[in-house]
Each structure stands twice: as structure tokens, then as C-alpha cells.
């Protein structure tokens, strides 16, 4: 149960703010930088490639006066597609939470702003997806502005406001250039209310939830082609022992054996890497030294296999 589902919170203090904002827009924007860049620490996994963030998540930020709920997510893939067509699950649950949108694109990749603007008109039409952006804020945030020539910005924002997105925001969730105003804004757009979330909490997945997020991480970073997009990665034992480090032991999944043989590498060398800057990684978002043990598994066709998908991708976690 969500805490807005289990809603017991008191009258709200005079003034303060508290709500969900949904990350939304096409694969590979830079959502899930922005979100470390907002919150200043690393909990949503990144890389180059399209597609990697599989889950919701949620990054909570606590400010005088407000707590802002972050929910990063799995990247719309082709954005020439219906709207309602592109979401997963995951993005539908994050907008059904959602107080604030934040709608994001990439400066580099002009053509999916127009088709996105494209599909509002259409929703405005009477078609299903905007449906998404009605009753509540939408923000529009054109991303990775370092790597454009400003020319060519402003005739977007003006395509963007024809479709009726007033203010849209130039950012570089690389650099952050732009991201302190965009905070400012979607704050300003929270509704009034109590927090939802203790105030020392960043989010509210376990430990070993970001544990295999970091090693999925590393295998995005280190493979080419399929395999990142055929691997899941279960951590199987987490264990804190006295007065040693915590063992930890995942296991990657991969679809077959040829994978697996790429996964691991010549004489283990491939997987080596991997679990050597995972573990670099896991122990700075720790805080504490780790032994990491990592295993790769076959499980045929998984990517096909609604349970196991239930069971080790989107599973409950406690
Ligand atoms: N130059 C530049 N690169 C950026 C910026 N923001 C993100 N990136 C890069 O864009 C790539 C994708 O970033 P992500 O944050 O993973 O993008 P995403 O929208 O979360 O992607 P998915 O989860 O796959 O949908 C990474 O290589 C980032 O380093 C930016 O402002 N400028
Ligand atoms: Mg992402």
C-alpha cells in the first residue's frame, strides 16, 4: 500500500507541501540523471543505452517547507507510437500517483518533442492518452541543452507552446545548468499538504533493490548488443556479519548460453570487471565495504516468461 493509499496523515501544516511527480518521456532523455542531479546522489541507475531504467523509482526530497516524491521511469521507447501504446505498467502507476508531470525530451532529438506535442493535439481530439496530463500540472523540461547550438531551442519552446505547453524548461541534468530553476518550479506546482515520508528517507526500495540496480548498471555499461537487455540481476544472499564485511551474493540471468559465455568472459575476465566497479559502486551508495559474489544463470527466454518476471523482476519487495 502506497502512503497516499494508507492516507492517515494529519491536517496539513499551514503552508507546507508534499507530492508525487512523475518523470516521464522518451527512452534515453536523461530522466534518471536528472533525478540524481536533484536529489545530489546517485539512486537511479544510468548509461548511454536506451531502456535501462526498468522500474519506478522514488527519490524523496525534503526542503524547508515541502517533501517533493520523485518517481523516476522506464523510458517511453518510441515515441512515434500512441502515447497509451508506449507505457508500461510501471509508468501508468507513476501517473496515477502523480500531482505534478514532468514531462522531459531530449534537444538532440527534436523529432520525438514534435511527435509528443503531436499526440496532446490529438488527445485533445478525444483520444485516451492525454488523459495522463489533465487535472494536474504538466512541466515541460527540453533536456541535455549542453550539447545543442541555443539557436536551435528557442523554435522548439515555440512548437511546444503552440500545443499549448507554456513554460518549458531548458536544462542539462549533465551539468546542471537550468535544474535549480525546473526544482523550483515543480515545488511551487506540489499541492499543499503533510509529508508523506519521514524526513531521513530517500527513497523506499531495500538495500538490495539498489544492490542489483548497481550491477545491472555495470553490465550496461560493459556490454554491447542484447545482452544488457537480456540480463535481470537477483540478489540471492545479502548478509551484515560481525566484524566483517557484508557478503552479498547476486545472481545474473541471462536468456541463453551463448550470453553467458559473453557475460562471464575469457577465463572470467568480463564478469571480473563487472563485479569489480559494481562493487566500487554499491559500497560508496552503502557506505560500508562489501564482498560481492556474482553468478550467471541461464533462464531460457525470461524476457518472455511472465512469471518469472513476476518472481524476480518486479517482485514484492519487503
Ligand atoms: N550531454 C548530456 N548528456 C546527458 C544529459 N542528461 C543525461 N545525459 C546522458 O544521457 C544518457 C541517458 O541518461 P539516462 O538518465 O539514463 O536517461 P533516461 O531517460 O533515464 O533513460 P531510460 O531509463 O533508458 O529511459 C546517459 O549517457 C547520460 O549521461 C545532459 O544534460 N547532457
Ligand atoms: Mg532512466
Known amino acids: ?33 536528472l533525478l540524481n542531479r536533484i536529489l545530489d546522489y546517485p539512486i537511479s541507475i544510468v548509461a548511454p543505452k536506451p531502456q535501462t531504467t526498468r522500474h519506478r523509482i522514488l527519490g524523496i526530497l525534503n526542503g524547508e517547507g515541502y517533501q517533493a516524491l520523485f518517481l523516476d521511469t522506464p523510458g517511453m521507447r518510441k515515441p512515434s507510437y500512441k502515447l497509451q501504446e508506449m507505457m508500461s505498467k510501471e509508468i501508468k502507476l507513476a501517473l496515477k500517483d502523480a500531482d505534478v508531470v514532468l514531462l522531459m525530451f531530449d534537444a538532440t532529438r527534436p523529432d520525438e ?7 496532446r493535439k490529438t488527445n485533445h481530439k478525444g483520444t485516451k ?15 541535455k541543452t549542453d550539447k545543442v547550438d541555443k539557436k536551435l531551442l528557442l523554435p522548439l519552446v515555440e512548437r511546444l507552446a503552440g500545443q499549448g505547453f507554456e513554460k518549458v524548461y531548458m536544462i542539462s541534468a549533465l551539468k546542471g545548468d537550468g535544474v535549480e530553476e525546473l ?7 506540489l499541492p499543499q499538504g503533510e509529508p508523506f515520508y519521514p524526513p531521513d528517507m530517500i527513497s523506499e526500495r531495500p538495500e ?5 540496480e548497481i550491477v545491472r548498471e555495470a553490465i550496461f555499461n560493459r556490454y554491447g548488443e542484447e545482452i544488457p ?53 554499491i559500497e560508496r551508495f552503502l557506505g ?21 518476471i513476476r518472481e524476480n523482476v518486479y517482485k514484492r519487495q519487503g
Not at 499551514?14 to 518523470?23: Q, V
Open 183 to 189: 526544482k523550483k518550479a515543480v515545488i511551487n506546482a
Open 229 to 281: 537487455y537480456s540480463t535481470t540481476v537477483n540478489v540471492e544472499e545479502f548478509k551484515e556479519r560481525e566484524g566483517r564485511k557484508d557478503f552479498i551474493r547476486a545472481v545474473i540471468y541471462v536468456e541463453r548460453d551463448s550470453q553467458k559465455a559473453i557475460v562471464i568472459g575469457k577465463k572470467g575476465a568480463a564478469l571480473k570487471e563487472v563485479g569489480s566497479i559494481a562493487r566500487g559502486r
Open 129 to 143: 492518452g492525454i488523459e495522463l496530463f489533465t487535472g494536474r500540472d504538466t512541466l515541460v523540461a527540453i533536456n
Open 113 to 119: 518533442l514534435e511527435s509528443a506535442s503531436g499526440k
Open 1 to 33: 500500500m502506497s502512503p497516499r493509499e494508507s492516507d492517515s496523515r494529519s491536517a496539513a501544516k499551514p503552508g507546507f507541501k508534499a507530492g508525487y511527480i512523475a518523470l516521464i518521456g522518451p527512452t534515453n532523455v536523461g530522466k534518471s540523471t
Open 288 to 308: 560500508r565495504p562489501v564482498f560481492l559474489e556474482l553468478w550467471v544463470k541461464k533462464a531460457e527466454a525470461w524476457c518472455k516468461n511472465e512469471r518469472f
Open 208 to 212: 538490495r533493490f539498489f544492490v542489483a
